[in-house]
């Protein structure tokens, strides 16, 4: 196994088991690993590290995956974290719930994939050179381990180009998943789309906090934003919500989303759906003097990187301000941000930056969360990507 020695004093992140090795880190390659090697990592002074996946293409030159170095990652390992992965999801999947997130990457220590289950289909993000070499393997176990009627690949464009791979988006085995796929998530019923959809078809790591959110929908009306296949409006409709407005700019979205009103046989006259900007809806809505009593902002990753922090603060800003400026008096606004670069602290201040340039006085009544599905590492904090705050404006 061709072993690398980190330069003097890199050793740290590793030690403290983050599974993030930088190409500047590198002191020295041992041999010619091919990308997606499995390589052994050494400190300077030759103490073990960890194994990881080598690729020379990626700003992460290896991505960690084992600390011990009496393990050896063959197909035993693999079978060994897939089962550990899947069987800590049980709990989650029931009558109600037959969708949920499998493998999470990095916090089930196989950098670079993404499995989620759809009833009786997986959909597998493939996002590491390491992942793709033993892609074959990941597929029989997962065949034998979960018995699927089909597995499909929904690997993400930008973050394979990153590793240098090819992009994919197709049927690895099996049958191929119907065009709009039934799932259901706490009871309520989803088509789904996997091969057109966006991410891997569903955003199944919303599931708690729509649950949440739907409590306080009650005899309310409901401004949705950024809706796509209707979670939020969805979950408010089966909470007796008095009407609901959906707001996505994808016209497959909105389609879904009616789809997914039918399928549940809830009173279409209680729904509204726009395929629109949010931004430019928000402001149409403002002018109308359109006030609603819950809203819902979810908007996709406005900060991919770090480097992208302060463009991103300003679009949850302006966002939130035109969200809070829409409420009644009292009104509730369940506000998201999905970038990792975003920690709480930080959106907690650009919400507060919002609502002093709406002029109104904000209470937090509840933080949101990814679910169980999505576990964080404690030594790896970018994958706490998921935050939001329950918001009473005042
Ligand atoms: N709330 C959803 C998930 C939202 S994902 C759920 O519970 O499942 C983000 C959504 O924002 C996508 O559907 C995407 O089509 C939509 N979107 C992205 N930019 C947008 C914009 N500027 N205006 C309206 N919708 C947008």
Same mark, same amino acid.
């Given at each position: 196994?061709?072993?690398?020695? +980190?330069? @003097?004093?890199?050793?740290?992140?590793?030690? #403290?088991?983050?599974?993030?090795?930088?190409?500047?880190?590198?002191?020295?390659? @041992?041999?010619?690993?091919?990308?997606?090697?499995?390589?052994?990592?050494?400190?300077?002074?030759?103490?073990?590290? !960890?194994?990881?996946?080598?690729?020379? /293409?990626?700003?992460?030159?290896?991505?960690?995956?084992?600390?011990?170095?009496?393990?050896?990652?063959?197909?035993?390992?693999?079978?060994?974290? +897939?089962?550990?992965?899947?069987?800590?999801?049980?709990?989650?999947?029931?009558?109600?719930?037959?969708?949920?997130?499998?493998?999470?990457?990095?916090?089930?220590?196989?950098?670079?994939?993404?499995?989620?289950?759809?009833?009786?289909?997986?959909?597998?993000?493939?996002?590491?050179?390491?992942?793709?070499?033993? @892609?074959?393997?990941?597929?029989?176990? +997962?065949?034998?381990?979960?018995?699927?009627?089909?597995?499909?690949?929904?690997?993400?464009?930008?973050?394979?180009?990153?590793?240098?791979?090819?992009?994919?988006?197709?049927?690895?085995?099996?049958? /191929?998943?119907?065009?709009?796929?039934?799932? @259901?998530?706490?009871?309520?019923?989803?088509?789904?789309?996997?091969?057109?959809? #966006?991410?891997?078809?569903?955003?199944?790591?919303?599931?708690? /906090?729509?649950?949440?959110?739907?409590?306080?929908?009650?005899?309310?009306?409901?401004?949705?934003?950024?809706?796509?296949?209707?979670?939020?409006?969805?979950?408010?409709?089966?909470?007796?919500?008095?009407?609901?407005?959906?707001?996505?700019?994808?016209?497959?979205?909105?389609?879904?989303?009616? #789809?997914?009103?039918?399928?549940?046989?809830?009173?279409?006259?209680?729904?509204?759906?726009?395929?629109?900007?949010? /931004?430019?809806?928000?402001?149409?809505?403002?002018?109308?003097?359109?006030?609603?009593?819950?809203?819902?902002?979810?908007?996709?990753?406005? !900060?991919?990187?770090?480097?992208?922090?302060?463009?991103?603060?300003?679009?949850?800003?302006?966002?939130?301000?035109?969200?809070?400026?829409?409420?009644?008096?009292?009104?509730?606004?369940?506000?998201?941000?999905?970038?990792? !670069?975003?920690?709480?602290?930080?959106?907690?201040?650009?919400?507060?930056?919002?609502?002093?340039?709406?002029?109104?006085?904000? #209470?937090?009544?509840?933080?949101?969360?990814?679910?169980?599905?999505?576990?964080?590492?404690?030594?790896?904090?970018?994958?706490?990507?998921?935050?939001?705050? +329950?918001?009473?404006?005042?």
């Amino acid at each position: 196994m061709v072993e690398i020695v +980190l330069k @003097k004093g890199k050793e740290k992140a590793a030690l #403290q088991r983050h599974p993030w090795v930088f190409s500047g880190a590198l002191e020295k390659v @041992k041999g010619k690993p091919a990308n997606g090697e499995v390589v052994k990592v050494f400190a300077f002074d030759h103490e073990f590290l !960890a194994y990881g996946y080598y690729n020379n /293409n990626s700003r992460v030159a290896v991505r960690l995956l084992e600390w011990d170095e009496t393990q050896i990652i063959d197909r035993t390992w693999y079978e060994s974290r +897939l089962k550990q992965a899947i069987a800590s999801r049980q709990f989650i999947l029931s009558e109600q719930t037959n969708t949920c997130r499998l493998v999470f990457s990095e916090a089930d220590f196989l950098p670079g994939l993404i499995v989620d289950k759809y009833a009786d289909f997986l959909s597998l993000q493939i996002l590491s050179s390491g992942i793709e070499s033993v @892609k074959n393997d990941i597929v029989d176990i +997962l065949k034998a381990q979960l018995k699927p009627k089909g597995i499909f690949d929904k690997s993400d464009a930008t973050a394979r180009t990153h590793e240098g791979l090819p992009i994919e988006n197709g049927l690895l085995w099996g049958e /191929n998943p119907p065009e709009f796929l039934e799932v @259901k998530e706490n009871g309520i019923a989803y088509n789904i789309n996997i091969a057109e959809g #966006q991410k891997s078809g569903f955003y199944c790591d919303q599931r708690d /906090n729509r649950k949440i959110l739907a409590s306080y929908t009650k005899g309310k009306k409901v401004l949705d934003c950024f809706s796509y296949s209707g979670g939020f409006s969805l979950n408010s409709l089966a909470n007796d919500a008095e009407a609901v407005t959906s707001v996505d700019s994808s016209a497959l979205a909105v389609e879904t989303l009616q #789809q997914n009103v039918a399928l549940n046989k809830f009173d279409p006259k209680k729904v509204t759906t726009i395929q629109s900007d949010v /931004n430019k809806q928000l402001r149409a809505f403002k002018e109308a003097g359109e006030l609603f009593d819950v809203i819902v902002l979810d908007p996709p990753k406005y !900060a991919p990187s770090r480097s992208a922090l302060d463009r991103a603060a300003r679009a949850y800003k302006d966002l939130n301000r035109l969200g809070m400026l829409l409420l009644e008096k009292g009104g509730l606004l369940a506000t998201f941000s999905c970038s990792g !670069a975003v920690d709480i602290e930080t959106f907690k201040q650009i919400i507060a930056w919002a609502a002093l340039d709406a002029g109104k006085e904000v #209470q937090i009544i509840k933080q949101f969360c990814q679910p169980e599905d999505h576990p964080v590492r404690i030594s790896f904090s970018e994958g706490e990507y998921l935050k939001g705050l +329950l918001l009473r404006v005042l």
